[in-house]
């Protein structure tokens, strides 16, 4: 654990570091239009699978990740993973010309960006203790990630419009990272073999828990991403300029809740998921209540908001009830569960919604009655069936 505060500074800046250059894989995002120009043969649906590929074997690796714990450290785990994701970042750019090779690499760069996910969370609960101290550790890691995400975006456009491969190139800053975590963070030792489970008995159950709830979330808070466009223009609310703006905002919310995390927390501890949820059904209330731009930004700040705290909650329950040789393996089912939730999003809310019949706003509408549900199924398992991760560990 870190005793001083230079060491504290420095483990945190290795931490963050992790899941921010995740977000280089926005540059392959920003470019799949010029990709597509340049492989008018190559069908569309391969060019944006370019995209979608790394989440989808992220998922898969993020699960793989956490029995490699049991075998090889954490820090190590990380370290290889980032080279990796440098690695297969830059080779397009040296071999741009080549459809399969672009390919091949956003397969592998969604190898090493499960395994990072994975490690980089579990490490923060190794590297500070339950409580106040890692509640701020789990909500700044999480804000720097999607601050990362807003930068890579505009750096990514700009880099691009010098060349779309120039791009690739913003995914050497993984070797910044990948020192920072040599020299920051301690040498750990592969962690013991459960042989119970997650957590065993009753601890087990809040894992599923959590993961259920997380797909579920996930799935109808989604709805709204996926359907703005949609809704502001079949309102006649505006285009692509006003549908940007209220997805910075939605950013910009989710950020200022991160930061905001640790504080919550302490106030409402393992409520904190109620919270959340309250939150985003106030965001999908406004927006269902009568079509406006300005209730749909309101909504952005809301839902925004409460996403960034449900995932906080999410990782912190999941934390405070394992024991420290599972928080790898929790971290990659909670991820990769909420994670599938996102992906089937449109999916199960469209087949709802085509089985009553209704439009745009009929989505929305389905998704917060969904929500409210969820709500009151979460407020019932933590208030009646979970405890203060203080009293869980036996402190008082």
């Not at 785990?77 to 830059?90: N, P, S, Y």
């Not at 923060?124 to 890692?134: C, I, N, T």
């Not at 809301?302 to 934390?319: E, H, P, V």
Request: hydrophobic share 50%; proline share 4%.
């Amino acid at each position: 654990m870190p005793k001083t505060k230079s060491s504290t500074i420095k483990i945190k800046c290795a931490l963050y570091a992790m899941p921010c250059i995740l977000m280089s894989t926005v540059a392959i995002s920003t470019i799949l239009a010029e990709i597509q120009r340049n492989f008018p043969d190559v069908s569309t649906t391969y060019v944006q699978m370019l995209s979608t590929v790394p989440s989808i074997t992220g998922m898969i690796f993020a699960f793989v990740a956490g029995k490699l714990t049991e075998y090889v450290s954490k820090k190590n785990i990380a370290m290889g993973a980032l080279l990796l994701f440098a690695a297969c970042g830059v080779i397009p750019y040296f071999f741009h010309g080549v459809f399969w090779v672009l390919m091949l690499t956003s397969l592998l760069l969604g190898i090493s960006q499960g395994m990072i996910t994975t490690v980089a969370k579990a490490l923060v609960a190794d590297m500070f203790e339950e409580g106040p101290e890692r509640d701020r550790a789990v909500g700044q890691q999480i804000a720097f990630q999607n601050l990362a995400s807003l930068l890579m975006a505009q750096l990514a456009g700009r880099v691009a419009a010098t060349g779309w491969y120039n791009a690739y190139l913003l995914f050497t800053l993984s070797i910044p990272a990948f020192i920072l975590v040599f020299l920051f963070l301690p040498n750990g030792k592969p962690t013991p073999k459960e042989t119970k489970g997650i957590g065993g008995g009753a601890l087990k159950s809040t894992v599923i828990f959590i993961c259920i709830a997380g797909f579920l979330f996930q799935a109808f808070q989604g709805s709204y991403k996926a359907n703005l466009a949609m809704y502001l223009d079949a309102y006649g609310l505006g285009g692509t300029v006003s549908t940007g703006n209220a997805f910075t905002i939605y950013a910009a919310a989710s950020i200022l809740a991160s930061f905001l995390y640790g504080r919550i927390a302490g106030i409402f501890k393992r409520h904190s998921i109620c919270v959340s949820l309250g939150s985003v059904i106030i965001g999908f209330l406004c927006v269902c209540s009568y079509p406006s731009y300005a209730l749909a930004c309101v909504a952005a700040f809301f839902i925004g908001f409460g996403l960034a705290i449900f995932i906080s909650s999410g990782m912190s329950l999941a934390f405070s009830n394992v024991p420290p040789s599972a928080t790898a393996m929790a971290m990659a089912m909670f991820n990769g569960i909420a994670g599938l939730g996102g992906t089937f999003s449109p999916a199960i809310l469209n087949t709802m919604t085509n089985a009553v019949g209704g439009d745009v706003r009929t989505r929305l509408i389905i998704a917060t009655v969904c929500l409210i549900i969820l709500f009151i199924g979460c407020f019932i398992r933590v208030h009646f069936f979970e405890k203060d991760p203080t009293v869980i560990k036996g402190k008082k």
